[in-house]
């Protein structure tokens, strides 16, 4: 499974940025996905995850502003973000568990996309 992140950008606060994750291979190794950023000096957190059934779970720092959504005929998830923060500005992962797995133990990982938040 190959995941292929894209979308970042510098963005204004109160900004808004769509990141899309595409995977390719064997997608039917998929089984939640998720989206993880790392700001510079700081551990990399889960902000956002779905499992294949759709259910959706969000980070305290990010819920009512960012969205999650998975296309299962397109392989693709995405990450909408709204009313974006400076503290938002981080690199970003997308990630992937297989089948019944939990997205913590997922071996799949994109490269990062940088978002950045800036006046």
């Known amino acids: 499974v190959q995941l292929q992140a894209s979308g970042g950008g510098l963005v204004q606060p109160g900004g808004s940025l769509r990141l899309s994750c595409a995977a390719s291979?064997?997608?039917?190794?998929?089984?939640?996905m998720g989206w993880y950023r790392q700001a510079p000096g700081k551990q990399r957190e889960l902000v956002a995850a779905?499992?294949?059934?759709?259910?959706?779970n969000y980070a305290d720092s990010v819920k009512g502003r960012f969205t999650i959504s998975r296309d299962n005929g397109k392989n693709t998830m995405y990450l909408q973000m709204n009313s974006l923060k400076p503290e938002d500005t981080a690199v970003y992962y997308c990630?992937?568990?297989?089948?019944?797995?939990?997205?913590?133990?997922?071996?799949?990982w994109g490269q990062g996309t940088l978002v950045t938040v800036s006046s």
């Open positions: 779905i499992t294949s059934g759709g259910s959706t």
């Open positions: 291979g064997s997608i039917f190794s998929i089984g939640a």
């Open positions: 990630r992937a568990s297989r089948p019944y797995s939990d997205l913590k133990a997922g071996p799949y």
